[in-house]
């Protein structure tokens, strides 16, 4: 994806073939540009972002602004003048909250340079280049006065036609655009953002009656496109979707974790990974948001939705009302639901508290025995994880089944009132609250007709809606017809295509519609249409081992004889992959196994040449985790459409090793071509030697870019995760057309010893630093030996195979190191790496 977003590109309505660039209706025959808009002759008019502008950095205001930078867009923050009569500096505040930002973590930037594309200033001296802005978005004090005294300002500086949009999470949006002009309620509209904007994929669009059809389309693709969110419309009701149904459902498990006496830590092993949701659960994610905040949404919907009758019933607990008398509102104040402590336990890590519900004092986590907690830790496939809760007789499984039928009956009941179809609201929880699975979603999994009962029990009522489907002989809210997604309408009674749904490659509904092409235990390999294979990891975590191995090539040789024009390697698993298989390795090793181990490595390394010198040309999708052995495979494809949020890195260092599929290889190879006519050709080894023996990991595909691990001449972000398959396909055509397979090189261009000289000086230069062990610096020096070429006495060139060859030899001879095998026990044991 192209980041000039000043860029100005002619599309239709639908397409995205330039950033920033978005179709409107237009009365003009003849094309003509005024301001931010591009009237064409077809009878439509581009709408050009280039420059946002972002009132208020405060938490919200300047995360936004970062991850608008992170999206090629310059920006403006605005803000208040600091308080104080001696003012140095007018811009303090949106300084010191950019600052305050950088430093916060997860980073909000995909990089940190992207700080540069921002401007601050201040609103006293600054809001007259708002005009020069093509997005405003207020992101100020939740304050009706406040927000309508700001956009009277902004009407004197803002230019006609542009969109102004506000990310309060509560207050009606037809209340701020009743006071302005026309043409601000044309353009003017809710977007609200989840923190961190950078994570959270939710994009909830909020429009008055009066916002033009045209500027809801518009948002819908700087969202959708620009943004990398999940766009989800809501009616301007209170609390909008996610924030509505979710805030309730924390409150009734408060409610129901105090009357059942369970503990918080169970609760939020239930609710967090038990129903395939965030780790933090409920009470941890109340101590994140904060439980003022929470609290204010609940009371908030209270006072603006008198009708709804289950929110009115809610009330706060004994222990949610003993925390905010007390001002203990969650890890803004240190502490909430949980207490984390200056004590240390046996294994060095801070003792953190749970707040007894019953008597409000702190107490230690204690071990509970408990079948439901069993089915959370022992059960890996979700769906019988979340009938096994709900199924259950404990207390655990009473919680989960009291919930999931609150939840079901609360969210059916609000349409048509804050939706007026049920894939919004489901949408809404997965991406605004992280959640694997939305309300119906889950519904579906336990099964409508088996639930009937439990709900009337539970002194429960079904949506007329969900009545008369049920009457009508629907038996489930989705299903899937071909490679797309149905859900009910529960406004026209009928299964009616999910929008977007048949132009998203989802490789779990190609599954359902037809056979796959090959398989084996850790691979599947499908027809994803137009002649394009895609090859998708079913392993554990997608660990790679000799079953992804053997059947890569597999894929590549039935893409190869059988007439296929390319292959995909990709997956829709959180990660695209953890690595190879450390078991695999690390059993070879403890048996000195060295034979067999000198035949995994080799297919591996094979593995990856097959990636590279096939005839049909591979391209990867990436996303999550990247790491080891899967960021050595995207090296060799001939292109990577890697999603924003890719972590990608050679990581083998960790456990002992140095990277032995290619990747060493491939790192002296991309430095020998970065050598050019620069005279210090080492520092361009050197920067991968310390990349590799840091074992360092890029957190965004940005930063993969700057680290070597990507090439700009041939790999790509997307900031929309949803869609790099189908780019990937693309990219797979568009290479077809002429692709001839490249040839193996013999020209890497070598240092030898003198350049392994200076990447020694520099790797006891970290041991001085108390940056490395001496075992780092034994791994180290075989790194260096493999991108040095070995032990030659003058730069030369050198063949891939030779580098392959002692890249081999030099992970083996690791592989009989007592501290690396330290290292590959302690990783399997505990999950992290040891220092030795």
């Known amino acids: 994806m192209l980041l000039n977003t000043g860029l100005v590109i002619e599309f239709t309505r639908g397409d995205i073939n330039g950033p920033g660039l978005f179709p409107v209706r237009a009365n003009k025959e003849h094309r003509t540009f005024i301001g931010q808009y591009i009237k064409n002759s077809d009878n ?117 036609g542009t969109i102004v949009s506000s990310n309060t999470s509560g207050i009606p949006i037809h209340m701020m655009a009743e006071p302005r002009s026309e043409d601000f309620k044309k353009h003017f509209l809710g977007t609200h953002f989840f923190n961190p904007p950078r994570y959270l994929k939710l994009l909830e669009i909020i429009p008055t009656p009066d916002t033009s059809e045209d500027v809801i389309k518009a948002m819908e693709q700087i969202g959708s496109v620009q943004l990398g969110k999940t766009v989800v419309h809501c009616k301007d009701t209170p609390a909008f979707i996610a924030n509505r ?36 659960g409920t009470f941890r994610l109340g101590d994140l948001v904060g439980l003022d905040v929470a609290d204010k949404v609940i009371k908030g919907v209270q006072q603006n939705a008198p009708h709804d009758k289950e929110v009115q019933q809610v009330q706060s607990t004994k222990a949610m009302r003993h925390l905010l008398d007390n001002g203990f509102l969650g890890n803004k104040t240190g502490q909430g ?73 609360y969210a059916a009941h609000r349409i048509p009132e804050i939706s007026d179809d049920i894939y919004s609201v489901d949408r809404a929880m997965r991406t605004g609250f992280g959640w694997d699975y939305g309300p119906f979603e889950y519904w579906d999994m336990i099964g409508l007709e088996d639930t009937l009962d439990d709900i009337k029990a539970e002194g429960l009522t079904l949506a007329p809606w969900v009545e008369k489907m049920m009457q009508d002989g629907h038996k489930t809210f989705y299903k899937t017809e071909g490679q797309a997604q149905m859900a009910f309408d529960p406004i026209d009674h009928h299964m009616a295509l999910v929008p977007e749904s048949d132009k998203l490659i989802r490789l779990d509904r190609v599954r359902s519609a037809q056979a796959a092409v090959y398989s084996n235990d850790e691979i599947t390999l499908h027809d994803i249409g137009d002649g394009v294979l895609c090859l998708e990891y079913t392993s554990k975590m997608n660990a790679i081992g000799e079953g992804i191995l053997r059947g890569t090539q597999e894929a590549i040789r039935i893409a190869e004889e059988d007439g296929w024009k390319g292959l995909v390697i990709a997956n829709d698993s959180k990660n695209f992959t953890v690595g190879a298989n450390l078991m695999m390795v690390g059993m070879m090793a403890f048996q000195k196994q060295w034979d067999q181990l000198d035949d995994a490595v080799s297919l591996f390394q094979q593995t990856s040449m097959r990636c590279r010198y096939s005839s049909i040309p591979v391209v990867a999708a990436t996303q999550g985790y990247v790491f080891g052995g899967g960021c050595e495979f995207t090296m060799h494809c001939d292109s990577v459409i890697a999603a924003s949020e890719s972590y990608i890195g050679l990581v083998e260092v960790g456990v002992g090793l140095l990277p032995g599929g290619g990747g060493t290889k491939e790192f002296a190879l991309r430095a020998s071509d970065d050598f050019a006519n620069d005279e210090i050709k080492v520092n361009h080894v050197l920067d991968r030697f310390k990349t590799i023996a840091m074992a360092s990991v890029a957190t965004s595909a940005d930063e993969a870019f700057s680290m070597g691990y990507l090439d700009h001449r041939k790999d790509e972000r997307i900031i929309n995760a949803d869609h790099r398959i189908g780019e990937a396909k693309k990219k797979v055509l568009a290479l077809a057309e002429d692709y001839v397979a490249p040839v193996m090189r013999s020209d890497v261009h070598v240092l030898g010893r003198a350049g392994m000289a200076t990447l020694l000086a520099a790797a006891h230069s970290l041991k001085l630093g108390r940056y490395a062990t001496d075992h780092d610096i034994v791994i180290a020096q075989k790194v260096a030996h493999v991108l040095c070429g070995g032990d030659l006495s003058a730069p030369q060139d050198v063949s891939e195979k030779y580098l392959l060859d002692i890249e081999r030899e030099a992970f083996i001879s690791l592989c009989g190191e007592a501290k690396t095998l330290e290292r590959i026990q302690h990783m399997l044991e505990k999950g992290k790496p040891l220092r030795n």
């Not at 009569?85 to 303090?92: G, M």
């Open 44 to 160: 439509t008019m581009t709408i050009r972002i280039s420059k946002v502008a972002v009132l208020g950095s405060g938490v919200m205001g300047s995360a936004l602004a970062c991850h608008l930078a992170n999206c090629g867009y310059e920006v403006l923050m605005l803000d208040i003048l600091p308080k104080g009569d001696d003012v140095r500096d007018r811009n303090a505040v949106a300084k010191q909250a950019l600052k305050t930002a950088m430093k916060s973590k997860p980073a909000p930037l995909y990089h940190k340079d992207f700080a540069k594309r921002i401007t601050l200033g201040n609103f006293d001296d600054d809001l007259h280049r708002i005009s020069e802005c093509d997005w405003i978005l207020e992101a100020i004090v939740e304050r009706l006065d406040i927000k309508n005294s700001l956009y009277e300002k902004v009407e004197k500086h803002r230019r006609p």
């Open 245 to 280: 149904i979710g805030v309730f459902a924390m409150s009734k498990i408060y409610q129901f974790a105090e009357e059942l006496g369970l503990d918080v830590v169970t609760v939020d092993k239930l609710t967090g990974p038990g129903l395939a949701r965030p780790n933090t």
């Open 337 to 409: 639901f949980f207490k984390k402590t200056k004590e240390k336990d046996d294994k060095g890590r801070s003792i953190i508290l749970g707040l007894n519900l019953e008597t409000l004092e702190y107490e230690p986590r204690q071990r509970v025995e408990m079948d439901s907690l069993k089915q959370v830790k022992m059960q890996e496939d979700v769906l019988k994880r979340i009938k096994a809760l709900y199924a259950a007789d404990d207390k655990g499984g009473q919680l989960v089944k009291k919930s999931l039928l609150h939840l079901w009956a």
